[in-house]
């Protein structure tokens, strides 16, 4: 089963073409990457990833509110569990992104 080990960056403060990283293993066969927004709980696929290897997805994030958004990746019609010890705390998992955009300079 695959399972996702961490997001980098797990922070983002511009998500105009942010790319990210999603770590961990069994990837190889992924058919399917996700976003859940938070603050709407809607799922968002992603139409473009980059299988780089095994371990190591590559993707570009849409549009979305601030906030946590929470990533999913799917292999054999499966999601990928995700491990804790994230951004979140040592409790939390690790497959979870905040974005907190940048105040404008005036």
């Known amino acids: 089963m695959a399972s996702i080990h961490r997001v980098v960056p797990q922070e983002l403060a511009d ?7 999603i770590m961990g293993d069994g990837f190889s066969k992924a058919t399917a990457v996700y976003f859940v927004d938070s603050t709407s709980s809607t799922k968002i696929f992603e139409r473009t990833f980059k299988i780089v290897s095994d371990g190591q997805i590559n993707t570009v994030l849409p549009s979305l509110t601030p906030g946590q958004l929470q990533v999913f990746v799917i292999t054999g019609g499966t999601e990928a569990e995700a491990g804790q010890g994230g951004f979140l705390g040592s409790e939390g998992p690790v497959n979870y992104i905040y974005y907190v955009p940048r ?4």
Not at 15 to 21: E, L
């Open 103 to 106: 105040k404008t300079q005036l």
């Open 15 to 21: 998500m105009n073409n942010a790319s990210i990283s």
